[in-house]
């Protein structure tokens, strides 16, 4: 996607040196930041302290910071010590366990000498492949914007659209999973508007997905996050569309964290759901999501604290609460299936639940 006019990914690699250069989200939208990863640690840091994020996002990184390790060192201990570090980073995306699996199990069979050379490749082709991925769920999304709008009073109306957190292109290699077809839909000449909510407490929405949206020209309106509700209530929303960090094979949800009352919301209105995904994000190993998908407990200070630009462009934090407020911060939570309209994955929309999951698995 774009940034200012010129085309450009979350993540691009140096073929000739071999690096991979991020763009540091922890600076958006304030400042367009690139860094340059060039070692597994470096990889490591950025995934836990989200200058990348995003469940495909974080498995491409973790793709890199593998050959990274090996370039260094392409010994099994090292390969073993490399993926518990980059495994140990972030618990909830399962796309972090689906990449460094993947590279694993290319290398492992290799002499020590093609080791790293093969994980590059492999990281290379992880990242290619999440590009059309992405792009394939947004076609199917747009198939279903279509014939949302087109039972819509005035079909030549615009198509309201709300989504939380970020799915866009920053939390993927590029377009995006739950933003893809919302691009795809504004460049076939659409009229769509999204409904941005803040996503506290890091504010993903308002810091990233508002700043992707304007950077690509998309109508769009920030919310606090309490506001969606009111929203679906007086008919203002048509559709809703999130991604997520870990589907069970039975169809439950893992998502940043006030995705579960959205979903609630719009099935109390009777709007459509959905979830868009990558297959790399489901976990065919688990079943409940609320029993089994471990969910990131993260710092109080997220809650307490408020970070943003003074008008004389400082970045500064500043305490919201009374000092020393005790604060619980669960960065996702799980959304049963039956909450959830179709999952939209680049191989098509399923229904959330064991027996369309199971035919989708035969499909790959
Ligand atoms: O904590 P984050 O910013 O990594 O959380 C990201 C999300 O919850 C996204 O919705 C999810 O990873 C899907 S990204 C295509």
């Given at each position: 996607?774009?940034?200012?006019?010129?085309?450009?990914?979350?993540?691009?690699?140096?073929?000739?040196?071999?690096?991979a250069r991020?763009?540091?989200?922890?600076?958006?939208?304030?400042?367009?930041?690139?860094?340059?990863?060039?070692?597994?640690?470096?990889?490591?840091?950025?995934?836990?302290?989200?200058?990348?994020?995003?469940?495909?996002?974080?498995?491409?990184?973790?793709?890199?910071?593998?050959?990274?390790a090996?370039?260094?060192?392409?010994?099994?201990?090292?390969?073993?010590?490399?993926?518990?570090?980059?495994?140990?980073?972030?618990?909830?995306?399962?796309?972090?366990?689906?990449?460094?699996?993947?590279?694993?199990?290319?290398?492992?069979?290799?002499?020590?000498?093609?080791?790293?050379?093969?994980?590059?490749?492999?990281?290379?082709?992880?990242c290619?492949?999440?590009?059309?991925?992405?792009?394939?769920?947004?076609?199917?999304?747009?198939?279903?914007?279509?014939?949302?709008?087109a039972?819509?009073?005035?079909?030549?109306?615009?198509l309201?659209?709300?989504?939380?957190?970020?799915?866009?292109?920053?939390?993927?290699?590029?377009?995006?999973?739950?933003?893809?077809?919302?691009?795809?839909?504004?460049?076939?000449?659409?009229?769509?508007?999204?409904?941005?909510?803040?996503?506290?407490?890091?504010?993903?929405?308002?810091?990233?997905?508002?700043?992707?949206?304007?950077?690509?020209?998309?109508?769009?309106?920030?919310?606090?996050?309490?506001?969606?509700?009111?929203?679906?209530?007086?008919?203002?929303?048509?559709?809703?569309?999130?991604?997520?960090?870990?589907?069970?094979?039975?169809?439950?949800?893992?998502?940043?964290?006030?995705?579960?009352?959205?979903?609630?919301?719009?099935?109390?209105?009777?709007?459509?759901?959905?979830?868009?995904?990558?297959?790399?994000t489901?976990?065919?190993?688990?079943?409940?999501?609320?029993?089994?998908?471990?969910?990131?407990?993260?710092?109080?200070?997220?809650?307490?604290?408020?970070?943003?630009?003074?008008?004389?462009?400082?970045?500064?934090?500043?305490?919201?609460?009374?000092?020393g407020?005790?604060?619980?911060?669960?960065?996702?939570?799980?959304?049963?299936g039956?909450?959830?309209?179709?999952?939209?994955?680049?191989?098509?929309?399923?229904?959330?639940?064991?027996?369309?999951?199971?035919?989708?698995?035969?499909?790959i």
């Amino acid at each position: 996607m774009k940034i200012q006019g010129q085309p450009h990914r979350s993540i691009e690699a140096d073929l000739t040196h071999r690096t991979a250069r991020i763009v540091d989200q922890t600076f958006l939208p304030h400042r367009v930041e690139w860094r340059t990863l060039q070692t597994m640690e470096e990889a490591a840091e950025a995934i836990q302290v989200m200058r990348v994020r995003g469940a495909p996002l974080i498995g491409a990184t973790a793709a890199y910071g593998l050959f990274f390790a090996l370039r260094d060192d392409a010994s099994d201990a090292n390969l073993q010590r490399a993926y518990d570090t980059l495994y140990a980073t972030r618990p909830t995306a399962i796309n972090l366990r689906w990449a460094l699996d993947r590279v694993r199990r290319m290398v492992e069979p290799l002499a020590e000498s093609a080791r790293a050379d093969a994980a590059w490749e492999e990281a290379l082709t992880i990242c290619e492949e999440d590009v059309k991925t992405n792009h394939a769920i947004g076609h199917h999304g747009l198939e279903l914007f279509r014939e949302i709008l087109a039972k819509k009073a005035d079909p030549s109306s615009t198509l309201n659209v709300m989504t939380h957190c970020n799915a866009g292109w920053l939390a993927c290699v590029d377009w995006g999973t739950a933003i893809s077809p919302i691009y795809q839909a504004h460049d076939a000449g659409m009229k769509v508007h999204v409904w941005v909510s803040e996503t506290r407490p890091r504010g993903q929405g308002a810091s990233l997905t508002a700043w992707e949206l304007r950077e690509h020209g998309v109508p769009h309106t920030l919310i606090v996050d309490n506001e969606a509700g009111h929203l679906l209530q007086r008919g203002l929303v048509d559709v809703c569309i999130v991604g997520t960090d870990r589907v069970t094979a039975h169809g439950d949800v893992a998502n940043k964290i006030g995705t579960y009352l959205k979903a609630l919301a719009a099935h109390a209105h009777e709007v459509p759901f959905y979830v868009a995904l990558p297959v790399s994000t489901i976990d065919w190993t688990i079943q409940d999501g609320i029993r089994d998908i471990p969910i990131e407990q993260r710092s109080g200070r997220e809650v307490t604290h408020m970070p943003g630009l003074t008008e004389e462009g400082i970045r500064q934090e500043v305490l919201i609460t009374p000092a020393g407020t005790q604060a619980r911060n669960d960065g996702f939570d799980v959304t049963p299936g039956r909450l959830v309209t179709k999952l939209v994955t680049e191989h098509g929309a399923f229904d959330a639940n064991a027996e369309a999951l199971q035919k989708l698995s035969g499909m790959i």
